[in-house]
């Protein structure tokens, strides 16, 4: 029987979207009687989704796929299919079939619900299929999706962005920004917490401008609608972005009792220069009032971000703005990360690009302050009870793990299987970014 089996196996990089997209590929693939293996060798179809934010992921992508072309000689009807970000650059999908030939199936991110019909393509032709649609076209409902993250399922709202940050690729190989129809939305956060999910999580480019071409609904309207279904579970979403966090979305997020009480709000710098370079399109002054309002609203609101160092020209009286910021704001995580040059954005061609050095000495002093403001705000967690949603298994501290509504990660034991299961937790050990407890009876 195994012999007649077929298996497909999908190689992942980049962020949530990305991850929500390879459990459409994998739910097209098991429409079609595949099932999913961790082998190479036993695998009938390879996919990578591919990501270009960073270069380090474009690099990491394309060794693995040069690593395959062994495994193609030796196995004939293997099919290798790269997609994502990646290959909807302009011009690249042409120059990857150029340096890997073997490669079956070359489709981009405005075509991947045609998954399925570019590979019963190449299953009736030997030529290489390559498929990148260069508008993004209408949204399609109904692709079935094989999901991976239970108790958390991923909810696309909006795909493409209208933001054009100067550091970032995304509006060029993910197109203009499109809303989908608030009732599709609710409709399928009912389906998934009906079925036994415990935390729904939007997902967008810019969440926040969720419905700007729908011309009757916003963010805020669909936060209050979703928070009307029924049933226990937590809402969260991402990525906002501050230009458009207004205050009366923080009041639907306060008033909404499903809502978590954490919200990652991406700064990316604290100097109004370079926030201006950025095309980010708001001050330091306008990020900080959002702080304040969020606090207003929701006074132990969790505020997470992301954060660039060694942008193009950024001085070290720059950098220490972004130091300052993230002392006065006390953030409970922060993604930190050093500027990445990617071709065809403007930053790409701005001089002043800051030498490694330079870069590597302020993202680890970035680093250590978000990592000692992260310690300070755990051990206040020390002998307290949290309802902790439970989301997994950690084989290698043989204790089950879950998050708070704060979004803190906290690990404890327990004798039945208590994923998906919300459960109290006492707090008996504190460290950076994580939590130790035990659970506790009401």
């Known amino acids: ?62 060794g693995n796929v040069g690593a395959l072309k062994q495994l193609k000689r030796k196995k004939k009807d293997l099919i290798i299919a790269v997609g994502g970000c990646m290959t909807q650059q302009p011009g690249f999908a042409d120059k990857f079939h150029e340096k890997f030939p073997f490669v079956d199936i070359i489709f981009g991110t405005h075509n991947l619900e045609k998954f399925k019909d570019l590979l019963l393509k190449k299953l009736s032709t030997k030529k290489t299929v390559i498929s990148i649609d260069e508008k993004e076209g209408e949204i399609i409902e109904g692709t079935p999706k094989t999901r991976t993250s239970f108790p958390n399922a991923w909810v696309n709202i909006t795909y493409g962005c209208n933001n054009f940050c100067t550091y970032c690729i995304v509006p060029y190989v993910r197109g203009r920004e499109r809303s989908r129809k608030l009732q599709d939305v609710v409709n399928e956060c009912k389906e998934l917490i009906d079925a036994g999910y415990r935390e729904i999580t939007l997902l967008g480019q810019n969440v926040n401008s969720y419905g700007n071409d729908l011309g009757n609904v916003n963010f805020a309207t669909l936060i209050n609608e979703v928070s009307k ?47 201006k370079l950025m095309n980010r399109r708001y001050t330091r002054e306008d990020y900080l009032e959002k702080v304040r309002l969020l606090r207003k609203y929701i006074p132990d609101v969790a505020i997470t971000t992301d954060i660039m160092v060694s942008f193009p020209t950024e001085t070290e009286e720059d950098f220490l703005d972004t130091l300052n910021l993230v002392e006065e704001v006390r953030f409970a995580g922060a993604f930190t990360f050093i500027y990445s040059k990617r071709n065809g954005t403007p930053a790409a061609k701005m001089d002043g690009q800051i030498p490694e050095d330079v870069s590597k000495e302020r993202i680890v002093k970035l680093i250590d302050a978000q990592n000692r403001i ?69």
């Open 1 to 62: 029987m195994e012999n007649n089996a077929k298996f497909y196996k999908i190689i992942t990089y980049g962020c949530q979207m990305n991850l929500h997209e390879s459990e459409k590929i994998a739910g097209i693939l098991t429409a079609l009687n595949y099932a999913e293996t961790d082998d190479d060798e036993k695998a009938k179809v390879i996919v990578f989704n591919t990501c270009c934010i960073r270069e380090n992921a474009s690099q990491r992508a394309e």
């Open 229 to 275: 279904i029924k049933g226990k579970f937590r809402l969260k979403f991402m990525t906002n972005h501050p230009k458009d966090f207004t205050e009366d979305l923080i009041k639907a997020i306060s008033d909404s009792d499903k809502t978590c009480k954490c919200v990652h709000l991406p700064v990316q710098a604290g100097s109004n220069r370079i926030l």
């Open 374 to 442: 992260n310690r300070e705000q755990s051990e206040q967690y020390l002998n307290k009870v949290v309802e902790i949603l439970c989301e997994g298994y950690d084989d290698k501290k043989n204790m089950y793990l879950g998050r708070d509504t704060y979004g803190r990660m906290a690990y404890f034991n327990g004798n039945d299987n208590l994923v998906g299961e919300f459960v109290n937790v006492k707090i008996t050990k504190t460290g950076g970014i994580s939590l130790v407890g035990e659970i506790v009876n009401d």
